[in-house]
């Protein structure tokens, strides 16, 4: 079946310092979503991505989604101790019915 | 309440007992989906429910596992001889549909352990 991976696993950052998460696909995705997750808690929607190069700000938060729709990242500036959490992206794909597949996660950790 | 309710939150059961999950979706929302999350892991797929189309059933692991959902409304999720291995966080999710952003909003999680 379809896959979606995600790097890196764990992140550990200093309060203050940038973060990166990945999200690839081995094929063209229809379109892509981002959720977080707090420690104990269930994921939360932060965004959905659907056209090819696209590019979306939430305050401190970016994400892209690549010109061939094949991956995407998230990128936070200035991380802060309430950004601890699971970060998972979702893919849905064309012809592969309408579930979202997550990838692995990146657990984010931020020392204060 | 206005959001997604799951029960048992938690539930603890002897290896090969039935257990049976519950999902209460978003009012008007017309997709139901079934995650399984091991500690630690990430989530994977169990089942899709959109509307009155027949189900989309790839995710899951085993003959041991069913869903049902009547209409647009309450979903079961149904474990049969229970394992060890079956031990992890039941999310469910409900979203307004394919029409919409997509957006999955998430039960709190019925916590499922085997012993």
């Known amino acids: 079946g379809q896959q979606v991976m995600q790097i890196p696993q764990y992140q550990h950052v200093q309060e203050g310092e940038d973060f990166t998460t990945y999200c690839n696909s081995s094929?063209?995705?229809?379109?892509i979503q981002w959720y977080k997750q707090r420690p104990g808690g269930h994921p939360v929607f932060l965004i959905q991505?659907?056209?090819?190069?696209e590019v979306k700000k939430q305050k401190r938060l970016t994400f892209q989604f690549g010109e061939a729709k094949k991956n995407s990242s998230l990128h936070i500036t200035a991380t802060q101790t309430t950004d601890v959490g699971t970060y998972f992206c979702?893919?849905?794909?064309?012809?592969?019915?309408?579930?979202?597949?997550f990838g692995p996660g990146t657990r984010l950790s931020v020392l204060p | 309440g206005a959001g997604v309710s799951q029960s048992p939150s938690n539930k603890v059961t002897e290896k090969g007992k039935d257990v049976e999950l519950r999902c209460d979706p978003i009012?008007?929302?017309?997709?139901l989906y079934w995650y399984r999350q091991r500690l630690g892991q990430g989530l994977e797929f169990l089942i899709y429910?959109?509307?009155?189309?027949?189900?989309?059933k790839s995710g899951l692991p085993s003959d041991r596992f069913s869903a049902e959902r009547t209409g647009e409304s309450v979903s079961t999720l149904t474990i049969q001889r229970t394992q060890q291995e079956d031990s992890a966080v039941y999310l469910c999710?409900?979203?307004?549909?394919?029409?919409?952003?997509?957006?999955?909003?998430f039960g709190e999680g019925s916590r499922l352990t085997v012993l």
């Open positions: 999710a409900s979203s307004p549909g394919q029409m919409n952003t997509g957006e999955l909003f």
């Open positions: 991505l659907v056209k090819s190069g």
């Open positions: 009012s008007g929302h017309t997709a």
């Open positions: 979702a893919g849905r794909w064309r012809n592969y019915g309408q579930n979202f597949v």
């Open positions: 429910f959109q509307g009155n189309s027949a189900p989309d």
């Open positions: 094929t063209t995705l229809s379109n």
